[in-house]
């Protein structure tokens, strides 16, 4: 399966840490609008760089997920099983982000019929990765290890609570997200407080790196940068734009990519213009959510890259509204 680049694009170089979640938030000072400032550039940056790879005049295709073509799709295998084994901590949507994902998946299917859409119940934000591609073995034994640590870290979320804001289409060549900004005191509701924002979804993933590690483990993450999203599409045949999907010149049309872009860019449009922040109004339902509301962490097992595998506990949740004791960050 061909590459995906998980560079960091946020701007300005952090010195590396022992923590390496602790380089943004010391780089930052802590400030929440300078955090949130980092994933801004960070996603809009990327989207730019892959709207001109995805229109230039020597772009190849989709980059197809090998294991999702064999499980799914018009080329499936029956028989083939995914091998890869992985260890995780999710933090799930809440019903009303899966609403507005379920709005922008029907959007997006009526300009590409054949895209593989992440099912409602599979969706996912990972908080960290503990580890991926291993064998079931090799993951049982990561689980014996963390099995006195793991309530802690997904019940972690029921008094520090990250707010996410800002939802954003974030794409590639190989699929696409609803991508979130750490919060920074916009238009707080349900008792919560612009104060409260000061601990950010980069002190969520710093602190559970913290107590991975502390635990003897070493985290296999594939990527420590500033992006908080959920993925909601992925490519799984050639051609998605309707017709034979193994049609490979129908994606080399380049109006039909053009229009491709130009329906997530009207999309993007629609989010900001809906439901991101605005002053004096609430945000609109589906335009927030603070990590752990609902569920808590889910702390997961198996072959889960498409949202299946194994829940080992699920963190304790809340109702956005219920006030926590004092956090700190």
């Not at 799914?72 to 609403?99: A, M, N």
């Amino acid at each position: 399966m061909a590459k995906v680049d998980f560079a960091d694009l946020s701007g300005s170089s952090t010195p590396p840490t022992a923590n390496p979640y602790d380089s943004l938030i010391n780089a930052c000072n802590g400030d929440p609008k300078l955090i949130q400032e980092r994933y801004a550039v960070h996603r809009t940056t990327r989207n730019a760089q892959q709207r001109e790879k995805i229109l230039s005049d020597d772009f190849k295709g989709w980059i197809l997920d090998e294991h999702l073509v064999k499980l799914e799709g018009p080329r499936k295998e029956i028989s083939y099983i995914d091998p890869r084994h992985c260890l995780v901590f999710w933090g799930r949507p809440p019903q009303r982000v899966k609403t507005l994902v379920d709005v922008i998946q029907s959007k997006l299917k009526d300009a590409a019929p054949d895209l593989w859409l992440m099912p409602l119940d599979n969706l996912h934000m990972t908080v960290m990765e503990v580890a991926h591609s291993k064998t079931e073995a090799e993951i049982t034994g990561l689980m014996d290890t963390l099995k006195d640590h793991c309530k802690a870290i997904a019940d972690h979320t029921c008094l520090h609570r990250a707010r996410l804001i800002k939802p954003f289409l974030s794409y590639d060549s190989a699929a696409l997200a609803l991508s979130f900004l750490p919060a920074a005191g916009e238009s707080p509701s349900n008792g919560r407080t612009a104060d409260d924002d000061r601990y950010t979804y980069h002190h969520l993933r710093r602190d559970t790196y913290a107590t991975i590690t502390d635990s003897g483990i070493q985290v296999g993450s594939r990527y420590v940068v500033p992006s908080a999203h959920l993925t909601i599409a992925r490519f799984n045949s050639p051609n998605v734009f309707g017709g034979d999907p193994l049609d490979e010149a129908a994606t080399l049309d380049i109006k039909k990519r053009r229009h491709w872009i130009n329906e997530l860019e009207l999309i993007n449009k629609w989010l900001e213009a809906e439901y991101w922040p605005q002053e004096g109004h609430l945000i609109m339902p589906g335009g927030e959510w603070v990590v752990g509301e609902e569920k808590g962490l889910d702390f997961r097992n198996g072959t889960l890259w498409y949202g299946g595998g194994a829940t080992i506990y699920l963190g304790e949740g809340f109702v956005y509204g219920d006030v926590p004791t004092a956090q700190e960050p």
